[in-house]
Structures are given as structure tokens and as C-alpha cells.
């Protein structure tokens, strides 16, 4: 069975924090993607990151960085320096035959 | 280039009425996906679209809830009955490869 846990409901920081999301999955497949998203307070979801299951080279764009475990079945989201804008619910996704999502890290930075 | 749109953005409507919620991929995905988030609750896998076929309507969760995309374009999702646990975002996605394409959802409360 395929499964996203994102065990963080919330997580309330003060800007210029870093704060790491976490994302734990489970698949029998040997090849599938793993996705974050970003769903500001307008509702739309935003695309940040696809990586594969054969590239497990962390990836950094700004202040996001995405740090891919397999031995942990793990793709964990770091925030460096956080910021107001970053308030945001963050979900992380699994494709394998479909795409599934986790339940959602609700962040909120505070000024 | 337009996005996936959605229409209606809101609706509000009684327990036992019928609501169609319509979907515009963009021009050219043939892969269109309905997904539905209940407050807190993971973003759900409904069902998924190739050109006019469904390809996987695993996550329909009952007969009440009824999909088309005539031609292979547009999809529209329609809830008849709805009930109350019906409520929630439903976002439509289209895809072209590994990019999904999400559309701004419709928020749909059942009183």
C-alpha cells in the first residue's frame, strides 16, 4: 500500500527560524516521485519539488532545501531563515500509479 | 498559457441537492485528476481521466458522486445527493508527464 505521513499538524515559528518539515512514505515500488506542495491562504497549490526514487541528492533552491533519505523512507522540507510569506499549509506527495498526498504541515511564521 | 481553472469557486448548498462542479484542464493534458480535501484530512485521490476514459475512479467514495469529460476536454464532477460529509475542497489537476497542474479548487459546504 502506498502512504504519506506527515506527522506535524502544525508548527508555529518566528521569522528568521528554521524549521524542518517532515514527510515519511511507504511504497513496494522501486521507482516512484515524491513532490512537496505549497497551499497559501488563496487556496491554489503551489508546485516546489519533484525528486525520483533513484536521485537521492538533496536539493537546495533559496532558502528551501529538501533532504531525501530512501534508507528512511524519508523527503524532509527545511525552511532556512523563515518568513511571514512562508505561512502556508505544506503537503507532501508520493506518485507511484497515482498521486497521493499526506495530511498537510500547517505552518505559520509569526513577525 | 492558461492554467487548470474551476468554477464554481464557492458553493454553498442543502443537504440533498445536486451540485456540478466543472473543471477545465489545460489545452492539450490528456491526464485530468479529481481530488478532494476534508478539512484537516489528506488532499484524497478521486479519481483520474485519460483523454475522455477513466483510467482509475478507485477513490469515488460512493454512487452518489458521478464524473464525465465528454470529448476529452472539460470534466465536471457532479455530487447528487449531497450529504453533509460531502463538504470540502475539491481541486482538479491535469498532467502533462510528471508535472500536475493544479487547479484553484472549489469549496463546497453542504448545510
Known amino acids: 500500500a502506498q502512504k504519506v505521513t506527515q506527522a506535524q499538524t502544525e508548527i508555529s515559528v518566528v521569522e528568521k527560524e528554521d524549521v524542518t518539515l517532515d514527510c515519511v512514505y511507504e511504497?513496494?515500488?522501486?521507482?516512484?516521485?515524491l513532490f512537496w506542495y505549497k497551499q497559501p491562504p488563496s487556496g491554489e497549490l503551489v508546485f516546489l519539488i519533484r525528486?525520483?526514487?533513484?536521485?537521492?541528492q538533496n536539493e537546495i533552491s533559496g532558502r528551501y532545501s529538501w533532504n531525501f533519505q530512501k534508507s528512511t523512507s524519508s523527503f524532509n522540507f527545511t525552511i532556512t531563515a523563515s518568513q511571514v510569506v512562508d505561512s502556508a499549509v505544506y503537503f507532501c506527495?508520493?506518485?507511484?500509479?497515482?498521486?497521493?498526498f499526506g495530511t498537510g504541515t500547517r505552518l505559520q511564521v509569526f513577525p | 498559457e492558461a492554467g487548470v481553472t474551476q468554477f464554481p469557486s464557492h458553493s454553498v448548498i442543502e443537504k440533498g441537492q445536486t451540485v456540478t462542479l466543472r473543471c477545465d484542464p489545460i489545452s492539450g493534458h490528456d491526464n485530468l485528476y479529481w481530488y478532494r480535501r476534508v478539512m484537516g484530512k489528506e488532499i484524497k485521490f478521486l479519481l483520474h481521466?485519460?483523454?475522455?476514459?477513466?483510467?482509475?475512479e478507485s477513490g469515488m467514495p460512493n454512487n452518489r458522486f458521478l464524473a464525465e469529460r465528454t470529448g476529452g476536454t472539460y470534466s465536471t464532477l457532479k455530487v447528487q445527493p449531497a450529504e453533509l460529509e460531502d463538504s470540502g475542497v475539491y481541486f482538479c489537476?491535469?498532467?502533462?508527464?510528471?508535472?500536475?497542474?493544479f487547479g484553484p479548487g472549489t469549496r463546497l459546504t453542504v448545510t
Open positions: 525528486r525520483n526514487s533513484f536521485d537521492e
Open positions: 489537476a491535469s498532467s502533462l508527464g510528471l508535472v500536475f497542474y
Open positions: 506527495a508520493l506518485l507511484t500509479d497515482k498521486l497521493i
Open positions: 511504497t513496494r515500488d522501486t521507482t516512484y516521485y
Open positions: 481521466f485519460v483523454k475522455e476514459s477513466k483510467q482509475d
